[in-house]
Each structure stands twice: as structure tokens, then as C-alpha cells.
């Protein structure tokens, strides 16, 4: 079934389970009943995938920043492609 819907070989049933629960969790859904669990307990514990179901933090909606040296644009003084202003 995965390698008809382009999924990598490997990509089992458990994992697509755990993936759809997480994102009904996401998006406000009772992720239990949607597994057909019984338990809350056991949907949190074994099957919501913190990396989809964490809260976001503003920072992580902020592009990644580039933290190297800024270019020169020109020396101190008034000195443009190095000769004095």
C-alpha cells in the first residue's frame, strides 16, 4: 500500500497510524477516537508525535537568519573604493 502512494519502503502501517493521529491532534481532534483507542493514556503515550504535535513558538514562524559578516560597504571617513572622500 506505501509504495503505491510514493511513500519509501519500510513506511509501515504503525506509521502512517501514528502520523494521522498526530495530525488530528494538531488540528484540534480527538486523535482516541480516531484510532478507535480506548485510552487516552495510550493514544499520548505511544502515538502522538511530539515533533508534529508540540506547541509552536512565535520564533519558529521567523525565517532562518543569516549570522555572518556583513559585507563592507565602504571604509570609515568617507572613503569609497579606497580613495578618500
Known sequence: MVSDVGLAEGTGFHRLRKASASYVALAGGDATEHLGHASPDI???H???PRITAPKRAVDYLPPLDLGEPEQA???GGEKDGNPA
Do not use: E, V
Open 47 to 49: 502515538y502522538l508525535d
Open 74 to 76: 565602504g571604509r570609515l
Open 43 to 45: 493514544t499520548r503515550q
